[in-house]
């Protein structure tokens, strides 16, 4: 069982930053691919960062120059470092990792519960 938890989500005014992690934890072989993605109010969920395990990066244009994704594969986690935060970065954040299990080898694909992020003026 793979398990994602996130944290930094929260209140920020408009232009502050905020550092999101996400760490996965369970019965995990490898991990490829990890990623965030938002969901706002009414709004469908969209790909806002991604990394590989080769740490090739890819960002969604709306938060490209502020937004910075890391990752730290000793403790399985994922960083979203978000600087210059503008009132539509306000959504609940999601963090993706995808790998391979232990024992089986077979793939997974898991999500995070989601982090309130709130930009105010």
């Known amino acids: 069982q793979v398990q994602l938890v996130e944290s930094g989500g929260g209140l920020v005014q408009a232009g502050g930053s905020l550092r999101l992690s996400c760490a996965a934890s369970?019965?995990?072989?490898?991990?490829?691919?990890m990623g965030w993605y938002r969901q706002a109010p009414g709004k469908q969920r969209e790909l806002v960062a991604s990394?590989?395990?080769?740490?090739?990066?890819n960002y969604a244009d709306s938060v490209k120059g502020r937004f910075t994704i890391s990752r730290d594969n000793a403790k399985n986690t994922v960083y979203l470092q978000m600087n210059s935060l503008k009132l539509e970065d306000t959504a609940v954040y999601y963090c993706?990792?995808?790998?391979?299990?232990?024992?089986?080898?077979?793939?997974?694909?898991?999500w995070g519960q989601g982090t309130q992020v709130t930009v105010s003026s």
């Open positions: 993706k990792v995808d790998g391979r299990r232990l024992w089986t080898r077979g793939s997974f694909s898991s």
């Open positions: 369970g019965s995990i072989l490898s991990i490829n691919d």
């Open positions: 990394i590989t395990s080769g740490d090739t990066t």
